[in-house]
Each structure stands twice: as C-alpha cells, then as structure tokens.
C-alpha cells in the first residue's frame, strides 16, 4: 500500500508561484509514476504533469512552459513548481502514483491540496 501526502497549496495572486510537494510512503515498486492531477469546480479531473521514474515527462498543454514537475527517487518524492500561475489554475491539486503506466486513473491517490490564484 502507498500513502501520499501532499504539500504547499495556498493562496496566490496571479503571476505568482507556489511549489507541491508530495511524499509516498511504502514500496518504491509502487511509484513507477508519480504525477499531479487537479480539479476545478464544476469541472472534470484533468492531467497536469506526471512523471516516471526513468525520467520521461508529460504535461498538459494548459501548464507547459510554465510549470515543472520533478521528483527524488531516493525520498520517493515528487515535486511541481507552478509559475506564472493564472486564476484559471485555481483547483484542487491531487498527487497520484502507479506501479506500472495507467496515467489516466493511477492507483494512488493523495487527499489532495487547495491552489486559489486571485487578487
């Protein structure tokens, strides 16, 4: 079992930065990937960025060239630094993790951390 615990949300005027933290508990098998998932209200869960543990890379085009997300394998952490943030990234951030490659419905989730971008 894996447990994640995320950190860093919080209340930011637009053009800020903030940076995520997630942490996972448990076998590092678990987290072939590891990735940040957000939700807007009223709107569907969507992909921000995932990443795998060889290192490949994926974000969504709403976030590209603005945030990174990066991770350490040896603390089994994954980070996303958020720059140049909008109102529109204003949502609930949800760090995710999976044994093998199921980006679209990982296997673990975490509770979940609140970003409000507003002035």
């Known amino acids: 079992q894996v447990q994640l615990v995320e950190s860093g949300g919080g209340l930011v005027q637009p053009g800020g930065s903030l940076r995520l933290s997630c942490a996972a508990s448990?076998?590092?098998?678990?987290?072939?990937?590891m990735g940040w998932y957000r939700q807007a209200p009223g709107k569907q869960r969507e992909l921000v960025a995932y990443?795998?543990?060889?290192?490949?890379?994926k974000y969504s085009d709403s976030v590209n060239s603005r945030f990174t997300i990066s991770r350490d394998n040896a603390k089994n952490t994954v980070y996303l630094q958020m720059n140049s943030l909008k109102p529109e990234d204003t949502a609930i951030y949800y760090c995710?993790?999976?044994?093998?490659?199921?980006?679209?419905?990982?296997?673990?989730w975490g509770q979940g951390t609140q970003v409000t971008v507003s002035s």
């Open positions: 995710a993790a999976d044994a093998l490659y199921r980006t679209e419905n990982p296997q673990y």
């Open positions: 448990g076998s590092i098998f678990s987290t072939n990937l």
């Open positions: 990443i795998f543990r060889g290192g490949s890379i």
